[in-house]
């Protein structure tokens, strides 16, 4: 049977009976006689912390955190408040027993999975104000998002206290942001990038690309070659403005229906690109394929 987590007044679940992995915590006693016991042994600890809907890219993501720590948690909490009202917190893809056997599979020790009451109880009002790193791009357009990442990042670092956190490139800003949430709170976590897994046509893995009709999908790797087009330009000292907005256009003329932005930019301030300063660039885009929002990046080498 595998192993469950939980204090007796916990909601315990038992997810499984064949292993005895990973456990489930699903309450703070829980999760504290986990990591307490762990820290006693003296074992150093990675973070996974995931909204679920776990796809090969959480897969790397995991087997990242397995090279660098002796325990690998994972965390499970699609977080309300990165969420804006129109968006789809409601409809994003929720599957924790499908999520909880992968996790069995990548030998992952301990899944986190709070429930919104536990991380957001009634009269919860204190919201983390991210630093420069959130600044445009995404903000522009999700004015809500990085504060709710960064407050719900925090507290995941408060309650596992690992000393890695691996996050995917994927979400290139985002990365940004946690890293400079740990550098500017003197969070005792390094915090580490991992590469974006694609599919064969280039698409980068997403919970949200199970949204996609087929049609939709068939349009979908453009985005990829789109932008990596755009990176192969400015590397060769093109126009930023120009090469921008060339990839936008491009984008809508293979059947993208509206570009958020199309950015080429230093890779670690994520402010203007200079091609002839010797600097790591990429270029990040969001694009919308009928209702759902894709992003992407890539980048562009020194
Ligand atoms: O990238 C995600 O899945 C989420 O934004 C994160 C980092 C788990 C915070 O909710």
């Known amino acids: 049977m595998r192993e469950t ?3 007796s007044t916990g909601t315990a679940r038992s997810m499984g009976t064949d292993s005895v992995r990973p456990l489930v915590a699903t309450d703070f006693a829980a999760l504290r006689q986990t990591i307490g016991g762990w820290r006693r042994a003296g074992e150093t600890i990675a973070l996974v912390p995931t909204m679920g809907a776990l796809h090969a890219g959480h897969v790397a993501l995991v087997a990242r955190a ?3 720590a002796r325990r690998v948690a994972v965390s499970i909490f699609v977080n309300p408040t990165q969420f804006a009202p129109h968006e789809d917190l409601d409809r994003y893809p929720r599957n924790e027993a499908a999520d909880i056997d992968l996790l069995d599979a990548e030998s992952a020790d301990l899944v986190w999975l709070p429930s919104p009451a536990l991380m957001y109880p009634p009269g919860h009002s204190t919201r983390v104000q991210p630093g420069s790193a959130a600044a445009g791009l995404e903000t522009e357009f999700r004015p809500h998002f990085f504060g709710g ?3 719900v990042v925090l507290k995941l670092f408060n309650q596992v206290g690992p000393d890695w956190a691996v ?3 994927k979400d290139f800003q985002q990365l940004a942001v946690v890293r400079q949430l740990a550098l500017d709170l003197d969070l005792p976590v390094t915090v580490v990038g991992e590469p974006t897994v694609r599919e064969a046509d280039g698409l980068a893995l997403s919970s949200r ?3 996609l009709s087929s049609e939709e999908r068939a349009v979908a ?3 990829n070659a789109t932008i990596q087009s755009a990176a192969e330009a400015a590397r060769a000292g093109g126009d930023i403005s120009l090469i921008e907005a060339q990839a ?3 984008l809508v003329a293979r059947g993208f229906a509206k570009v958020d932005y199309v950015a080429i930019r230093d890779a670690l301030t994520l402010k ?3 091609a002839g300063a010797g600097r790591e660039g990429r270029v990040l885009a969001a694009a919308w394929l009928g209702g759902t929002r894709l992003i992407d990046n890539v980048p562009i080498a020194a």
């Open 5 to 7: 987590a939980a204090s």
């Open 66 to 68: 397995r090279v660098l």
């Open 149 to 151: 990442v960064a407050t």
């Open 167 to 169: 996050f995917g490139e």
């Open 209 to 211: 690309n199970r949204y």
């Open 221 to 223: 790797p453009a985005l």
């Open 248 to 250: 936008a256009a491009d």
């Open 272 to 274: 203007t690109y200079d």
